[in-house]
Nanobody
């Protein structure tokens, strides 16, 4: 069973920075898209940033210019650098991966989509 393991959440003052990281728990052959979603209390989960295997990125308008998503294809990790944080960035952040292929000596399996367990980011004013 493949899992996405996140780290890096916490409490920060407005204007500060945090870096989130996410790594797959098992050897991965390939992942099409990796990224981050967030869910604030009482709101729906929303896309924050995503990056394809080729390095194409997509950002929510609310984070453009402040957040940067990056990935390491060899290590199958994705990171989110968050600068100039605002109180409205407070949310649980979830790592996401789409079309994950796991290959072993005896099998090949594709997972359509996987989610991390979530990490809380709190920005105080």
């Amino acid at each position: 069973q493949v899992q996405l393991v996140e780290s890096g959440g916490g409490l920060v003052q407005a204007g500060g920075s945090l870096r989130l990281s996410c790594a797959a728990s098992k050897r991965i052959f390939s992942i099409d898209s990796m990224g981050w979603y967030r869910q604030a209390p009482g709101k729906q989960r929303e896309l924050v940033a995503a990056i394809t295997r080729d390095g194409n990125t997509n950002y929510a308008d609310s984070v453009k210019g402040r957040f940067t998503v990056s990935r390491d294809n060899a290590e199958n990790t994705v990171a989110l650098q968050m600068n100039s944080l605002k109180p409205e960035d407070t949310a649980v952040y979830y790592c996401n991966a789409k079309n994950i292929v796991v290959v072993t000596t005896t099998s090949r399996r594709t997972y359509h989509e996987l989610w991390g367990q979530g990490t809380l980011v709190t920005v105080s004013s």
